[in-house]
């Protein structure tokens, strides 16, 4: 007999950090990644002023920055 209990509190969900001056690009990535429940969009961003400082306080697993 098999089943199926799942338990979201068993596993720690991926944290990341967007940072992107287009707006439109930054809500579809943040859309499709809370599609899945193993992401968590901590923020985004549309400049990299406090990249530096918000990375150590929100403390992400990932970061996906603009760099253009």
Request: proline letters at 9%; aromatic letters at 12%.
């Amino acid at each position: 007999l098999w089943i199926y209990w799942p338990l979201p509190s068993l596993f720690m969900p991926i944290v990341i950090l967007l940072f992107d001056d287009n707006h439109n690009l930054r809500q579809s990535l943040r859309l499709l990644l809370e599609l899945e429940p193993e992401f968590r969009v901590a923020g985004d961003f549309p400049t990299c002023e406090n990249a530096f400082a918000l990375t150590q306080s929100l403390r992400p697993d990932v970061v996906v920055m603009d760099i253009d």
